[in-house]
């Protein structure tokens, strides 16, 4: 089956707009991670979803960042007023249910924040 | 404080050179070490460790754990420029499903 998907590609956006990202895992797969990279760093956790379970923001890093998660497929990672640190390329990771170790990545949102 | 760090943060080899990438971990309730390969923009799945002193391989890949010293070692024989890319160690905690991601080492290999 299909690999898990992002959209868009690409996002280029003025500082202080909102943004929305959207990711698609691989069907059956129930847990859903969302992760960020900065130029020239490693992944930065963001948010974790697990089937119906409450999601984990620990990893968010400020209000304007939230992510929801409908009918337990496709992701929406949301960032509010938009601000120049926030660029960076944000990707998205599906797994089974207890396989965490074993995430399935899709190709990143490049996000660019002027 | 949970933490991965991996060493050299970037290298430069020609082709047919061996390499060997670090990576070491502070990490409680550590459960398993993983490896990944990420060359554009999504990272592809390379080895899960979580046994001391057994060697995983695949092709001209391979990694070992040592879980006394807390580190593990990523070897590349006879690099390809195919290889090059940033390679991203991880560690999966047991109390917790996320994954703690270091740096990555940047390797470029030249013909």
């Known amino acids: 089956g299909a690999g898990v998907s992002q959209s868009p590609s690409n996002k280029v956006t003025e500082k202080g707009k909102d943004v929305e990202l959207r990711c698609d895992p691989i069907?059956?797969?129930?847990?859903l991670y969302w992760y960020r990279q900065s130029l020239g760093q490693g992944l930065e956790f963001l948010i974790y979803?697990?089937?119906?379970?409450?999601?984990?923001k620990s990893g968010l890093p400020s209000d304007r960042f939230s992510a929801e998660r409908t009918g337990g497929s496709v992701s929406t990672l949301t960032i509010q007023r938009t601000q120049q640190e926030d660029s960076a390329v944000y990707l998205c990771?599906?797994?089974?249910?207890?396989?965490?170790?074993?995430?399935?990545f899709g190709p990143g949102t490049r996000l660019t924040v002027t | 404080e949970d933490k991965v760090v991996q060493s050299p943060l970037s290298l430069v080899v020609h082709e047919g050179d061996t390499v060997t990438l670090n990576c070491s971990y502070e990490?409680?309730?550590?459960?398993?070490l993983l490896w990944y390969k990420q060359e554009k923009k999504a990272p592809t799945f390379l080895f899960m460790l979580?046994?001391?002193?057994i060697e995983k391989k695949s092709g001209r890949l391979s990694s070992i754990l040592d879980k006394k010293e807390l580190f593990s070692i990523l070897n590349i024989t006879a690099t390809q420029t195919g290889d090059s890319a940033v390679y991203l160690c991880?560690?999966?905690?047991?109390?917790?499903?996320?994954?703690?991601f270091g740096t990555g080492t940047r390797l470029q290999v030249f013909p």
């Open positions: 990490v409680t309730n550590f459960r398993s």
């Open positions: 069907s059956g797969h129930t847990a």
């Open positions: 979580t046994s001391s002193g």
């Open positions: 991880a560690v999966d905690p047991y109390n917790t499903d996320k994954l703690i």
């Open positions: 979803f697990q089937g119906n379970s409450a999601p984990d």
């Open positions: 990771a599906s797994s089974r249910l207890g396989q965490s170790y074993e995430q399935y």
